[in-house]
């Protein structure tokens, strides 16, 4: 597959060349809106069994389009590096998208490039464009949360101790709702269910990940999940301890044979290859994406061995009580772990309701503190 | 699977025990690579750059070849071939080996994500840990008592080289270098060529204490595996001023105060997180400033030591 | 003086010849890779930006190891003063919401130089009435600067919006940094070059860069001319704190506008191997500091044209920072300098 799209990149540039030299303007032209060049930039390793890899694999199903190239840059920090990233891709590679796919990268970065860049289009994972901002950006994000909530329910099925656990990163909102979307699916199986979370206090710590999933263990948690860069060194962590573990992002199933439960997964490239055939067609393209389950932006990995026939049918029901709308995760009344009511009774919150992207607190049930 | 009775309080002393063993080892590894180099007179901060470089030659060895042995054998290999690099760059007349140090840092790291990228995704071959806690019921103590085997060795290697310094020839020669240069020379003893061998056998403990953290614990390979890991074992040996049996306390206490935080987290002490695994630093700070002087050097450090100006 | 440049030179080409060879042996084309270094670090005005803006913060962070260094003691912990530089002027921007700019940005600047310069004259403190050496003693504090940061940022003082890392609240957009008219890199790099000619005229034309330079040659010779070895110590920590704690201020203010983790990307690090690149000579610090930002700004293009990894670059430096600190060894050689070295301590 790469060799082939090495070569038709080769033959694409002389084409490209024997054009420039016949009509030397118009074609040249013509030729560059032939091509479209598409820049991917990470804040990791693109084979990190998690966030980074699945941005990644996207791009890499965008590079399969006819006539685009795709260019790639990973471990940029969320710096004033990230913006000169951008802006060499744009003026040394002529590139007309850029895929910016970490969450720090969009305030003020993306916003800045954006703005200089008005011919440019930047998609962004994970930030929220509000009004007045360029508008030739694509702020993306998929409700990852719903997966979590089915990766709860498995877990609420599978667990004998009635305590889970969650590995996650920095606390921020949507790793709290993940919390709460993995807790509160597992109490749909049983409201006794409680999570513990260990915090690791940065994105890619595996010492401290996996010092996290054996302190887990050792208070009786049986199922953990996590959001992190990788799920890699707490599923297989989890494995060696003989409990159950969840992923994310990526599917980790090859990695834990007995004790791996489902992965929720964000698949970034359905709306990537969307939006790109719609450039091309000249229509516009939205300024705020929220994928879930309809849309194929969310998917389940194959569910693990261990699974019981019970908790597939339930996981499959809540899913498909997601796709049609009749199973709103948030509804009232849901407490938060201080006996404050944060969700009264009565109340839904919509998946893409703004309430739920400011979450600054822990459901009910949930072992931790929202700050550290 | 089980199930398991949860510990509570008693989980934490259990975590920091056998988190001071698990996440220890390295430490241990690395801060009796590096006493050996300073004994020698010279410090290597570079530490960092062969712990990393250690840990994705470790897994790549045991993955292309299905042993993880010979993966330790050769993150061993690995480590003493940066040692080498160390101490060829700073036998050079007036190089800085700190500044040496911590640009082999940089090129060793680099090297090893730049060699490592295929190696990020597959799991490999992992050593084999011995289960101490066979005769209990309790998983959690069985899950605690396991130890690998490398721990085991780094134990048998503390006496050793405390040994070794004391009554070898070798031993003596190395702290005579380390102590004074100008008793060296009139004694005859080739210094540049013993701290090469002491630099090189630092490298290879260094790259062994890698191996462990992509071979055993956490066991897998990953450009934020080390977290500086290989520079706080640095300061860890002035902590343990220079004695490779206070290396071991030093490393268990770092291992265990690393143990602790996520420990004290999963019952219910959430704040302070980050100041918790920073105790070790207070620590060694305040051991640093208790048996400095200003009239003299470091207690116990070699005279060589350009700490020791 | 010849010296002085053609040493360097001779380094840098090694160290290219080196890499391309490294290059050549994972199977690029090297002579390719050196063009496109090229391009990427100065090739065009865009190029020209892209290295000074990685350049901006260096100059700065190597004067916390370069100004220590003429007293003859080693800083390594530059991070932390950067990292606590940036804290301090983040907090002082909120705490300054709703005044003039000018005021705000005076403060944020006073309250980055004086947190990294308290946090490196206390390293310089311990050393004088202690005795605590000074290499270790600021590793360490950065160390403990890593924890209190961290512990700040993603605890009392966090914005729970902040995406990704935590980060303190915003500053107020009127107390942020711009660009120079006409040249997309930030008024950072402007007081990076004041700041190392202002250290460089310091050293070289004051009394008290003379008193410095006398105790960092022999401290002996320093007490019995009655120097005040203490002062000298804290106010040469202080001074060198101060610039890192600029350079997080900057960083805060011109980039990030707010201190969040992003801060800890290990400038600091760089900033220490270009003080000893420049041999501790301010002026030095700023082509230094050129230089290891065109290394840093190929970085994107040889992973876009080469397939290279990301890390290419980090080899790149490695092996550039390998051959120039050897290089030192040749100032002592060559036929003028012989003489002397035999006479030296060697």
């Known amino acids: ?372 | 699977m089980e199930t398991t009775e949860a510990l509570g309080w008693i989980g934490v002393p259990l975590a920091v025990l056998s988190g001071a063993i698990r996440v220890g080892t390295p430490f241990l590894y690395v801060s009796l690579g590096e006493c050996i180099t300073e004994k020698g007179g010279r410090i290597n901060v570079g530490q960092e750059g062969i712990l990393v470089m250690g840990a994705m030659v470790g897994f790549a060895v045991s993955y292309l070849s299905g042993s993880p042995w010979l993966g330790v054998l050769a993150a061993a290999g690995a480590g003493s071939l940066l040692g080498m690099m160390h101490a060829l760059f700073c036998s050079a007349r007036r190089v800085n080996d700190i500044a040496i140090g911590i640009a082999l840092m940089l090129f060793g790291s680099g090297l090893a994500f730049f060699f490592g990228k295929p190696f990020l995704n597959p799991s490999a071959p992992q050593l084999p840990a011995i289960p101490f806690g066979w005769w209990s019921d309790s998983p959690q103590i069985r899950s605690a008592l396991e130890i690998n085997l490398l721990f085991i060795i780094g134990l048998g290697l503390v006496p050793l080289i405390s040994w070794g310094f004391r009554y070898t020839r070798w031993g003596l020669m190395l702290r005579t270098v380390g102590d004074s240069r100008d008793a060296a020379l009139s004694l005859g003893i080739p210094i540049n060529r013993v701290r090469l061998v002491a630099t090189m056998l630092g490298g290879a403990l260094s790259g062994i204490g890698g191996a462990f953290l992509s071979l055993y614990y956490p066991g897998s390979w990953n450009e934020g595996l080390s977290s500086l890991q290989g520079l706080m074992a640095v300061v860890l040996v002035i902590f343990a001023r220079w004695d490779p049996v206070r290396c071991l306390w030093a490393a268990l206490l770092f291992g265990g105060a690393g143990a602790l935080a996520p420990a004290l987290q999963s019952v219910g002490v959430t704040t302070g997180y980050q100041l918790i695994a920073a105790a070790p630093y207070v620590l060694t700070l305040a051991i640093m400033i208790m048996t400095s002087s200003p009239r003299r050097g470091l207690v116990g450090a070699p005279g060589e030591l350009v700490l020791n100006r | 003086m010849i010296r002085a440049i053609a040493i360097p030179l001779f380094a840098i080409g090694l160290a290219m010849a080196l890499f391309g060879l490294f290059v050549a042996a994972v199977g690029a084309d090297p002579f390719a890779v050196y063009a496109s270094i090229y391009r990427a670090a100065f090739g065009s005005m865009f190029s020209w930006e892209n290295t000074l803006v990685r350049a901006a913060p260096l100059m700065l962070i190597a004067l916390c190891t370069a100004i220590p260094a003429q007293m003859g003691l080693l800083v390594i912990g530059n991070e932390g003063a950067v990292m606590l530089g940036g804290l301090a002027a983040a907090s002082a921007g909120l705490l300054l919401t709703g005044f003039a700019a000018p005021i705000g940005m005076l403060g944020m600047a006073l309250a980055g130089i004086v947190a990294g310069g308290l946090f490196i004259a206390a390293v310089g403190a311990l050393r004088h009435w202690r005795g605590v050496n000074e290499t270790i003693s600021s590793l360490l504090m950065a160390f403990l600067a890593f924890a209190v940061f961290d512990h700040l940022v993603q605890g009392p003082l966090r914005d729970p919006s902040t995406f990704n890392y935590p980060g303190t609240y915003p500053i107020d957009d009127a107390f942020r940094i711009g660009m120079i008219p006409g040249f997309e890199v930030h008024w950072g790099l402007v007081i990076g070059i004041v700041a190392c000619v202002l250290a460089w005229l310091l050293i070289r034309y004051s009394t008290f860069g003379f008193a410095l330079r006398i105790c960092g040659n022999n401290l002996r010779v320093g007490q019995m001319a009655g120097l005040p070895i203490g002062r000298l110590v804290l106010i040469s920590c202080g001074l060198g704190g101060g610039a890192a704690g600029l350079a997080g201020t900057i960083e805060v203010a011109a980039v990030l506008d707010r201190a969040s983790s992003a801060l800890h990307v290990g400038y600091g690090w760089s900033g220490i191997l270009v003080s000893f690149i420049a041999r501790h000579n301010p002026i030095a610090i700023i082509p230094a500091a050129i230089a290891l930002g065109g290394i840093r700004a190929s970085g994107g293009l040889l992973q876009r044209s080469h397939d290279l990894p990301d890390a290419t670059v980090l080899v790149f430096e490695g092996i550039v920072f390998l051959v120039v600190l050897w290089s030192e060894t040749l100032y002592g050689r060559g036929p003028i300098f012989r003489l002397r070295a035999r006479h030296g301590n060697n």
């Not at chain 1, 033959?11 to 820049?39: K, N």
């Not at chain 1, 991917?40 to 996207?58: E, T």
């Not at chain 1, 289009?121 to 007045?132: K, Q, T, V």
Request: glycine fraction near 10%; hydrophobic fraction near 40%; charged fraction near 20%.
């Open chain 1, 1 to 372: 597959m790469k060799n082939f799209s090495r070569i038709s990149r080769r033959g694409l540039m002389r084409s490209t060349a024997a054009a420039a030299a016949s009509l030397p303007l118009i074609s040249r032209l013509a030729a560059a809106e032939d091509e479209l060049v598409c820049g991917g930039i990470y804040v990791g390793a693109k084979d990190d069994y998690g966030y980074n890899q699945g941005q990644a694999v996207a791009v890499a199903k965008v590079a399969e389009i006819p006539n685009v190239r795709v260019i790639e840059e990973a471990m940029v920090p969320e710096t004033a590096e990230v913006q000169k990233t951008m802006q060499s891709m744009i003026e040394l590679d002529g590139a007309k998208v850029i895929f910016a796919t970490s969450y720090g990268y969009y305030d003020p970065h993306v916003l800045e490039m954006a703005a200089k860049y008005p011919d440019v289009h930047f998609f962004h994972c994970g930030g929220w464009w509000e009004e007045g901002q360029p508008t030739n950006i694509t702020a993306y994000w998929a409700n990852v949360d719903h997966g979590q909530y089915i990766n709860g329910i498995l877990a609420g099925h599978q667990t004998q101790t009635g305590k889970l656990g969650f590995v996650p990163a920095v606390p921020i909102p949507v790793l709290l709702r993940a919390i709460n979307s993995f807790t509160l699916g597992a109490q749909s199986v049983n409201p006794d269910i409680t999570t513990q979370i260990i915090w690791t206090g940065d994105w890619n710590v595996p010492v401290k990940e996996a010092e996290a999933v054996n302190s887990l263990a050792d208070q009786g948690c049986d199922v953990v999940s996590c959001d992190l860069d990788s799920p890699k060194v707490v599923v297989e962590t989890a494995e060696r301890r003989g409990i159950y573990s969840c992923g994310v992002y990526a599917d980790q199933s090859a990695l834990a044979p007995n004790g791996f439960l489902a992965s929720a997964i964000g698949d970034w490239s359905v709306l990537f290859i969307e939006s790109i055939e719609k450039m091309r067609a000249g229509e516009p393209l939205p300024n705020s994406v929220l994928g879930g389950f309809a849309d194929g932006m969310v998917k389940m990995s194959e569910y693990g061995p261990a699974v019981s026939a019970e908790a597939r049918a339930a996981a499959d029901a809540a899913r498909a009580g997601i796709l049609d709308g009749s199973l709103e995760i948030y509804t009232g009344e849901i407490k938060d772990n201080n006996g404050n009511v944060v969700v009264p009774a009565g109340t839904t919150y919509s998946y893409d309701d703004p309430f739920l992207e400011q979450i600054d607190w822990l459901a009910e049930g949930v072992i931790g503190s929202p700050t550290i």
